[in-house]
């Protein structure tokens, strides 16, 4: 590189984001870390959001590029993702929600943290889950920022499998704090296109980081980078207590069994961990009888 810098290539998907995408936009182009190319994939956005990125496009055509999926359509978020890595340059990739933000030091510090660390190939820190963004909510919340692994340490396979969410007590990282070595990302195949509209997609970002906590070093930071916006049309806020949420834990968890075997994994621990937390969904009990399981699971544990 010309001035000593790593190429960091940005994916933001967008569907009908068009109140909250120039702020993500925004933040990207807010970066203390000069050298990164951002790709506004649009996944079949019928409002403003096509015009928005196009308008990004024209303004900043050398850094900024509009990519859409043939005939418009809507694929969902991580085949989305993909596409805008699979067109990109980037050393590093970093994939930005569209209704997230990056705080200006994002990717320099991570570019650093990663540096420090060759043998890392996923960066990550907590975010700030972002309430005060809507001045007009009747019960405002605190923005809080949320504790993950403890940080400043390399963390090596399958530790991190074994204690982060949904099997340990360290809380599961936001995608928009990834940052990832691209032959890290094309080692594991990036993320699950199983995951998509017409099947299950809340737990596309745990199936992901199955994958890199099964065979990449993950550095975890303690400086927070990105903030969360916590808005009522999340699918996290829309599943949350319903059926609908016991059965895309489900279609994680049969993921996760035929994903282990493919892979060959024979580790007799973290398969008993697995089965711990996953038999219930193996034998398709209804969901209401996995919600009960569940919560009463979590209440002999604490």
């Not at 993320?191 to 809340?202: D, I, K, R, S």
Request: charged share 20%.
């Amino acid at each position: 590189m010309s001035d000593g810098t790593a190429l960091v290539s940005v994916t933001i998907p967008f569907r009908n984001r068009e109140d909250f995408l120039p702020d993500a936009i925004e933040s990207v182009i807010a970066q203390t870390y000069p050298r990164w190319e951002l790709f506004l994939v649009d996944d079949g956005a019928t409002d403003r959001s096509t015009e928005i990125a196009r308008s990004y496009e024209a303004r900043l055509p050398e850094q900024i590029h509009f990519l859409e999926h043939p005939g418009h359509i809507n694929c969902g978020v991580t085949r989305t993702r993909n596409f805008g890595a699979a067109a990109s340059q980037g050393e590093y990739l970093a994939f930005l929600d569209s209704d997230d933000a990056w705080l200006p030091h994002k990717l320099e510090h991570q570019i650093a943290a990663m540096e420090a660390s060759p043998e890392a190939g996923l960066c990550y820190g907590p975010s700030e889950y972002w309430h005060s963004w809507n001045a007009d909510s009747k019960e405002p919340l605190k923005d809080v920022i949320q504790p993950v692994a403890p940080a400043g340490k390399l963390y090596f396979p399958p530790f991190l499998l074994a204690n982060s969410h949904p099997f340990g007590s360290y809380a599961a990282p936001c995608p928009s704090s990834f940052l990832i070595r691209r032959n890290a990302f094309d080692l594991v195949g990036g993320f699950v296109e199983a995951f998509h509209p017409g099947t299950y997609q809340l737990y596309e970002d745990t199936a992901f980081l199955t994958k890199m906590y099964l065979k990449v070093p993950v550095y975890v930071t303690d400086v927070c980078s990105d903030r969360y916006r916590c808005h009522s049309q999340s699918i996290w806020y829309r599943t949350q207590g319903t059926t609908r949420e016991e059965l895309e834990r489900r279609f994680y968890f049969v993921w996760l069994r035929q994903y282990l075997q493919s892979q060959q994994i024979t580790d007799p621990a973290l398969w008993k961990l697995v089965r711990q937390k996953a038999r219930m969904y193996w034998y398709h009990l209804p969901p209401k009888a996995t919600g009960l399981l569940r919560r009463v699971s979590n209440k002999l544990s604490h």
